[in-house]
């Protein structure tokens, strides 16, 4: 059985493909809670949140939830990335190397971009224990990804 979610906030009606695929996440996919902003031009044309909070169900998300979010930067990087190959900037089929020198060791030599946008370049994480902290070093987290070795 399905539970219809209250979906809460604003759509400009323009937008209302990204109210109904947002609804249609709980239906079809049983998202808990969940909510979506999109902005244009500086305005605010979709702001809709709903469900819940926490797994047991006791929280109703709120406008203001705050979570823990992953994976948010994967789709963006890959329109960026498409961008830049259209217009030439960027070859998915060139190794990592050439456009990060650093990355040329443990193997990854002639390790194609393209394999970075499909997750298949064998580098989940690193394999070191690193300080706490370390996530917010850029100098330290791009060397040790590119002294890492494909699992």
Same mark, same amino acid.
């Given at each position: 059985?399905?539970?219809?979610?209250?979906?809460?906030?604003?759509?400009?009606?323009?937008? +209302?493909?990204?109210? #109904?695929?947002?609804?249609?996440?709980?239906?079809?996919?049983? #998202?808990?809670?969940?909510?979506?902003?999109?902005?244009?031009?500086?305005?605010?044309?979709?702001? /809709? @949140?709903?469900?819940?909070?926490?797994?047991?169900? !006791?929280?109703? @998300? +709120?406008?203001?939830?705050?979570?823990?979010?992953? !994976?948010?930067?994967?789709?963006?990087?890959?329109?960026?990335?498409?961008?830049?190959?259209?217009?030439?900037?960027?070859?998915?089929?060139? $190794?990592?190397?050439? &456009?990060?020198?650093?990355?040329? +060791?443990?193997?990854? #030599?002639?390790? $194609?971009?393209? &394999?970075? /946008?499909?997750?298949?370049?064998?580098?989940?994480?690193?394999?070191?224990?690193? $300080?706490?902290? !370390?996530? &917010?070093? @850029?100098?330290?987290?791009? !060397?040790? /990804?590119?002294? #890492?070795?494909?699992?």
């Amino acid at each position: 059985m399905t539970t219809r979610v209250a979906i809460q906030g604003v759509c400009d009606p323009r937008f +209302q493909g990204v109210k #109904e695929a947002f609804a249609q996440n709980f239906a079809d996919h049983g #998202e808990v809670g969940a909510a979506v902003a999109v902005v244009v031009g500086g305005r605010t044309v979709v702001d /809709l @949140w709903g469900g819940h909070a926490d797994a047991a169900l !006791s929280r109703p @998300w +709120q406008q203001d939830t705050i979570v823990n979010v992953f !994976s948010t930067t994967k789709g963006m990087t890959a329109i960026c990335a498409h961008r830049l190959t259209d217009e030439g900037l960027l070859d998915i089929d060139a $190794p990592v190397a050439k &456009y990060w020198p650093e990355f040329a +060791q443990a193997g990854k #030599e002639e390790l $194609p971009v393209r &394999y970075l /946008l499909s997750h298949s370049a064998g580098l989940p994480a690193v394999r070191a224990m690193l $300080p706490p902290g !370390s996530a &917010y070093d @850029w100098e330290r987290m791009t !060397s040790v /990804l590119a002294a #890492e070795e494909p699992w």
